[in-house]
T-cell receptor, first 114, second 115 residues
Framework: SQQGEEDPQALSIQEGENATMNCSYK?????LQWYRQNSGRGLVHLIL?????REKHSGRLRVTLDTSKKSSSLLITASRAADTASYFC??????????????FGSGTQLTVLP | NAGVMQNPRHLVRRRGQEARLRCSPM?????VYWYRQLPEEGLKFMVY????????ESGMPKERFSAEFPKEGPSILRIQQVVRGDSAAYFC?????????????FGDGTRLSIL
């Protein structure tokens, strides 16, 4: 089963509104990362939050991490049409003493309407 | 711009043929990862390599699939005797140094279609 699961699967909002996406995971992690993917393109790294951090900001992005609930959220403020993309969380899990692979969720498809 | 380069972008093969996907990591990166993505799904880890070494191939099918990252040249993901179920987008990523707490930088993928 998926380590990271995003919620909702799809989200449609108006330009200027905020978008919130959630991610839940199952095992202990070293860090959690959020990526964005435009249609037909590779993933672009957005933000990395370590297991000992609770909140992180980058421009219009705000990520929270609650390790007790094994969940994270990505907030995009003042959304723009150009934010339309799929957003994935990925966990960098501790495996055999070292983190070696990312496990991705199935993503949230965000559509920002102009 | 020395990002992660993958080629070809699109590859069409008939059942039973071989597919070779290439990935040149970002300059200075010695860690390469291959992922597979089916439509409407997230990426699934396949293999993690460093120069001349396979570090973790736990996500790689046991048969027909192989990967290498030679001392010189790009990393290669090779699929022998392709079947329809191999149709997917294959993404390569690279990172600098140890993977823990390092973001991975992705190429734009190779879309493999099996006729």
């Amino acid at each position: 089963s998926q380590q990271g699961e995003e919620d909702p699967q799809a989200l449609s909002i108006q330009e200027g509104e905020n978008a919130t996406m959630n991610c839940s995971y199952k095992t202990s992690i070293n860090n959690l990362q959020w990526y964005r993917q435009n249609s037909g393109r590779g993933l672009v790294h957005l933000i990395l939050i370590r297991s000992n951090e609770r909140e992180k900001h980058s421009g219009r992005l705000r990520v929270t991490l609650d390790t007790s609930k094994k969940s994270s959220s990505l907030l995009i403020t003042a959304s723009r049409a150009a934010d339309t993309a799929s957003y994935f969380c990925a966990t960098d899990a501790l495996a055999g003493g070292s983190a070696r692979q990312l496990t991705f969720g199935s993503g949230t498809q965000l559509t920002v309407l102009p | 711009n020395a990002g992660v380069m993958q080629n070809p972008r699109h590859l069409v093969r008939r059942r039973g043929q071989e597919a070779r996907l290439r990935c040149s990591p970002m300059k200075g990166h010695s860690h390469v990862y291959w992922y597979r993505q089916l439509p409407e799904e997230g990426l699934k880890f396949m293999v993690y390599l460093q120069k001349e070494n396979i570090i973790d191939e736990s996500g790689m099918p046991k048969e027909r699939f192989s990967a290498e990252f030679p001392k010189e040249g790009p990393s290669i993901l090779r699929i022998q005797q392709v079947v329809r179920g191999d149709s997917a987008a294959y993404f390569c990523a690279s990172s600098f140094g140890q993977p823990a707490n390092q973001p991975q930088h992705f190429g734009d993928g190779t879309r493999l279609s099996i006729l």
